[in-house]
């Protein structure tokens, strides 16, 4: 079966700082990936997928960015954080044909 | 583009009581519409899904139903019980090569003791 995996948990950096979360899938290959970001008590707003390696297509612009070095590692990074990439951030993954699997995510607060 | 509307925000129900939360979608091209549980401080996990060659699904004390023609689905869950307790989120998706998801807002659900 396939399991998804986020790290940090939580995460605390001051503004200006940089920030890169890391996303890894197992148990498949190829599949599409995503990245949301949600806020406290808010719904889930998708910031980028891609659907293969090198390939990224983002929702929003906005200060982060998202790289898929192997087909199963998916990042998002930002060069100097903002007050308001403050939120809960969500990894996702989909194999076709049916839902979107997630990530227990990472609580990212900047201060 | 496309655009999920969920009702309601909030829903608070008695142990036992059934529970139903719906959704509106703009785009006619959607044929897969799946629901989430999210609790609290975890990822949404991924509890039912329909697609638009079928009206109805149910699994145990989950329902969700489908109405095409009035881009309406709606998920019913049954026999509440305390661990229910949890925020649902609808989706819709074209199932296109990205296989995006639109959600609805979310609606927060409390099953009283």
């Not at chain 1, 290959?29 to 390696?53: C, D, E, H, K, M």
């Not at chain 1, 990530?103 to 990212?108: A, D, E, S, V």
């Not at chain 2, 949890?86 to 099953?111: E, H, Q």
């Amino acid at each position: 079966s396939q399991t998804i995996h986020q790290w940090p948990a939580t995460l605390v950096q001051p503004v200006g700082s940089p920030l890169s979360l890391e996303c890894t899938v197992e148990g498949t290959s190829n599949p599409n990936l995503y990245w949301y970001r949600q806020a406290a008590g808010r719904g889930l707003q998708l910031l980028f997928y891609s659907v293969g390696i090198g390939q990224i297509s983002s929702e929003v612009p906005q200060n982060l960015s998202a790289s898929r070095p192997q087909d199963r590692q998916f990042i998002l990074s930002s060069k100097k954080l903002l007050l308001s990439d403050s939120g809960f951030y969500l990894c996702a993954f989909s194999l076709g044909e049916g839902g979107q699997y997630f990530g227990p995510g990472t609580r990212l607060l900047v201060l | 583009g496309e655009n999920v509307e969920q009702h309601p925000s909030t829903l608070s129900v008695q142990e036992g009581d059934s529970a139903v939360i719906k959704c509106t979608y703009s785009d006619s091209a959607s044929n897969y519409f799946p629901w989430y549980k999210q609790e609290l401080g975890k990822g949404p996990q991924l509890i039912i899904d329909i697609r638009s060659n079928v009206g109805e699904k149910k699994d145990q004390r989950i329902a969700v139903t489908l109405n095409k023609t009035a881009k309406h689905f709606s998920l019913h869950i049954t026999e509440t019980q305390p661990e229910d307790s949890a925020v649902y989120f609808c989706a819709a998706s074209r199932m296109d090569s990205s296989y995006k998801l639109i959600f609805g807002s979310g609606t927060r659900l409390l099953v009283r003791p």
